[in-house]
């Protein structure tokens, strides 16, 4: 199990130079606006390729193939390519995706408070 790193208020330089380089390689794993919403997407269970492109709205085809590819290549996705006439492919969230539990619901927490303090902010300059 990978050690936790707290962050305190002030850090040393060390510190913060350890906790850099790891959210640069959790970024480059992570990065865009794609990847987090794919496997909360299939957190749902096994979707097919059209299935999950509408699921995830937005995203075209060719993002989606992509983001899919990179997903499989990190182990956070399986494809499972079944033999029938036509072929069927369905994607599947890994036990490994469950380690960004924390990291999802963490961003979806901070997500809805922030809705909520830009429409306060918003409901209060229109009373004005």
């Not at 992570?30 to 709205?57: E, M, P, T």
């Not at 075209?60 to 996705?77: H, P, W």
């Amino acid at each position: 199990m990978a050690k936790t790193i707290k962050m305190p208020a002030h850090i040393s330089r060390e510190d913060c130079m350890r906790s850099l380089a790891a959210m640069d390689d959790a970024l480059f794993v992570i990065h865009g606006k794609w990847k987090l919403r794919i496997i909360v997407a299939l957190k749902g269970g096994n979707k097919r390729f059209g299935d999950l492109q509408r699921s995830v709205k937005g995203i075209s085809a060719k993002v989606l193939s992509a983001e899919l590819k990179d997903l499989e290549l990190n182990g956070f996705v399986v494809r499972h390519v079944y033999d029938s006439t036509p072929v069927t492919v369905e994607y599947e969230a890994t036990e490994y995706s469950n380690t960004l539990n924390d990291v999802i619901r963490a961003l979806a927490d901070w997500g809805a408070m922030h809705q909520q303090k830009i429409r306060g902010r918003l409901k209060d300059k229109s009373n004005r």
